[in-house]
């Protein structure tokens, strides 16, 4: 399922636009995390550049915005009895000044961790099956029923939920704020059964992809990041 080509629809200006793949050139730079993870370019849109490299002795991906958008992802299917942990890691070296999560025309970020997930999509508003029959007649795909992001805020403390402007099934979960941990590698380890209920106050679907994205398009400014590798671990026991 090329789920991005529909989260976009709740990520950039314009509802006609859907996310692209990139030429095959482009897709290279995915391989330092294996071949299933891809390059979607958004139409309109200054992709933002995904280069692998060693950084700090390990394996990543370098990251970088210049008034740019776009994303590395990868399709999975975890149904929601298997959902356990996700483990990422990234090194930001400056935030993005003019960024805030929480206002629609400035809502960039240096690092982003986006999951999508299938649910009862019958339990959208009027205006989210608008943009899912919008999405699946552009790109043959609904939208997801509901798309969670890990993020690092300027100001917003860690453990805040961010709704998008945009639609109310992307929703945004602050794990860094703030300079204080610029410049080092950071480390992760989430939940994501328990992130998805603090963000959505439900339970989760299936989990069916998993990206990266970079960026500095709505503040129109430079961005830097590296990312570690990302893995699913299953959980213990059923949810």
Not at 10 to 23: D, I, M
Not at 53 to 81: C, F, N, W, Y
Not at 211 to 228: C, E, F, K, P, V
């Amino acid at each position: 399922m090329f789920f991005f080509k529909s989260i976009l629809l709740g990520l950039v200006v314009g509802l006609s636009a859907c996310a692209t793949q990139a030429p095959k050139s482009a897709l290279t730079a995915s391989h330092a995390f294996g071949p299933d993870w891809l390059a979607f370019h958004f139409p309109g849109k200054t992709p933002t550049d995904y280069t692998p490299e060693h950084k700090g002795g390990r394996s990543a991906m370098r990251a970088d915005a210049v008034s740019s958008a776009s994303m590395l992802r990868r399709t999975v299917r975890i149904v929601p009895q298997d959902l356990g942990s996700v483990k990422f890691s990234w090194q930001v070296p400056a935030l993005i000044e003019k960024a805030d999560l929480a206002a629609r025309d400035k809502s960039d970020s240096p690092v982003r961790l986006v999951l999508a997930f299938e649910g009862d999509r019958s339990l959208f508003s009027a205006k989210d099956s608008m943009l899912s029959e919008l999405s699946h007649a552009l790109t043959g795909e609904p939208m997801p029923y509901a798309t969670l992001m890990y993020v690092w805020s300027n100001t917003l403390p860690a453990g805040t939920v961010v709704k998008s402007g945009r639609t109310d099934r992307i929703r945004k979960l602050v794990v860094e704020s703030g300079s204080k941990n610029l410049n080092a590698w950071l480390d992760y380890e989430r939940d994501v059964a328990a992130d998805f209920e603090l963000a959505f106050g439900e339970r989760p679907g299936a989990l069916v992809g998993i990206g990266l994205m970079t960026d500095s398009d709505n503040t129109r400014t430079t961005a830097q990041a590296w990312y570690g590798r990302v893995t699913l671990a299953k959980a213990a026991s059923p949810y």
